[in-house]
């Protein structure tokens, strides 16, 4: 069984680009930390990848197999606008994400491209992990 850590760092090359790969830069805010990270990014990267090529500690529980709402970020309203609309299955978990905005889509869907630099993307301050909250639920009723 996979640790913590490395679930949350399992996706992505595991660093962030080198200058010479002409990275894409922008911030990743910890809304409940009031926290600000500065990220490099490759385009065509998901900001799921991004974040744990940076360090960032955004959950990915499914490994981006779209089963799970642990990557929700929260978007700037162009940046949302400017996005293809998601698939009903991320609708969906969408609708299961703690802290659900007008903004919001999960990070391991949405691609970098080199229009997002410079944008601001927020982590909400809570997820919810229906895997391992099942889980829990599961245990409480033995
Ligand atoms: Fe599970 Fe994105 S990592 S849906």
């Known amino acids: 069984m996979m640790s913590i850590y490395q679930r949350l760092f399992s996706c992505g090359i595991g660093y962030p680009p080198k200058p010479e790969e002409n990275p894409v830069k922008f911030t990743f805010i910890y809304t409940k930390e009031h926290e600000a990270k500065?990220?490099?990014a490759r385009e065509g990267e998901s900001?799921?990848?991004v974040a744990h090529n940076n360090h960032i500690e955004l959950e990915g529980a499914c490994e981006q197999s779209l089963a799970c709402?642990?990557?929700?970020?929260i978007l700037e309203d162009k940046i949302f606008n400017d996005l293809p609309t998601p698939v009903e299955e991320e609708e969906d978990l969408l609708d299961l994400a703690y802290g659900l905005t007008l903004t919001s889509r999960l990070?391991?869907?949405?691609k970098?491209?080199?229009d997002m630099e410079g944008m601001t993307v927020k982590l909400p301050a809570n997820t919810r992990n229906f895997y391992v909250d099942k889980k829990k639920a599961g245990s409480s009723d033995k």
Do not use: F, I, N
């Open 38 to 40: 500065e990220v490099l």
């Open 47 to 49: 900001l799921l990848e």
């Open 69 to 73: 709402s642990t990557c929700h970020v």
């Open 107 to 110: 990070g391991c869907q949405v």
């Open 112 to 114: 970098v491209t080199r």
